[in-house]
């Protein structure tokens, strides 16, 4: 349509969204469907968090509040770096927004003019190159390889960079592929980023207290304090939390950085929800137990879907550090006929058959830049988890 902008046409609609109205449709169809496609923990928001909120609104916090959000709020922020991250901020290096979604929106809306380039590497969550487009500026793709781990190496990340690179994005534990980077293997990443002065960091951090095992977590501005002037460190409520439908991400970064954002954000939302607010502040300053019940929760369900997926014929699904995905291969049913007779080309193919097949909606690698692979979100139950995957091996015996 003429009267769409030009940038628009650039950006794709989100695949993981697309995968979700997919399976909803066959569901309103009266088809038995598990759906592992959506990114968000399968409990509800913890009782203390909820009265914080309903306490805010009878005590009528109902009004407008100031753009980078309430100083209780962002003070909690300075706490919570301090005590999980080691890093000093002031509540004048916090923003706080819409989901982490505005802030990394905020981030790219300031720092962007056409041309600059944002390392981004792949598998990637599908909406940084998107958001990079909307303002302006060039993605630029870094493959990351099975065999290591789905990690960014410090080879390809310098020779990645230009004197146009004004970014890199890194998520660890990521958005798809679960894997999550050592402090070693981050400071292999800081020393070149340390090789090159033009270059910021911003650091997705959303999944941090998700971790299984003896893995422990950094952040890249923790482990080298010198990119700590060119870091933006990016973090929210909604997946540690379970209040995806809140809508508070927050960041610390250099007060300049903090300032254009919050101009940005002032045109745009004026600020977050002033209740969603005191129950982030609750959020953080409140108990944090429940944090490592759930977490235990989620190791368990990863390492079933892990065993039961590797027992499926032509999948390879590495064991991932964190978060709630795991990112198979599905190579290996690549030139196959599927049950329904497509003959499988792409990991495109391999879902929408499987989906067809079976009933159980995953998402295809290609939309997170990396395939032929698969996203399984495990937020889910384990009887969900355990049936879906039965569903996959019989689904994989049955190609021929
Ligand atoms: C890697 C990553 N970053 C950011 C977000 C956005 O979080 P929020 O829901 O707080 O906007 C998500 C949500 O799926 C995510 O997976």
New binding site residues.
Partial sequence: MAFLSDTLARVKPSATIAVSSKARELKAAGRDVIGLGA?EPDFDTPDNIKAAAVEAINRGETKYTAVPGIIELREAICGKFKRENGLDYTPDQIIVAT????V?YNAFAATLNPGDEVLIPAPY?V?YPDMVLLNGGEPVFVETTLEDGFKLTAAALEAAITPKTKWLIF?SP??PSGAAYTRDELTALTDVLMRHPHVWVLT?D??EHLCYGDFTFTTPAQVEPALYERTLTMN?V??AYAM?GW???YAGGPVELIKAMTKVQGQQTSGTCSIAQWAAVEALNGPQDFIAERRAVFEERRDLVVSMLNQANGIQCPMPEGAFYVYPSCAGLMGKTAPNGTKMETDEDFVTALLEAEGVAVVHGSAFGLGPNFRISYATSTEALTEACERIQRFCAACT
């Avoid at 989901?99 to 505005?102: D, E, P, R």
Wanted: hydrophobic letters at 20%.
């Fill in positions: 990114g989901g982490g979604k505005q990394l969550w909406s998520n990521s958005n997705d959303m999944y929210g909604s997946k995806t809508r508070i991400g």
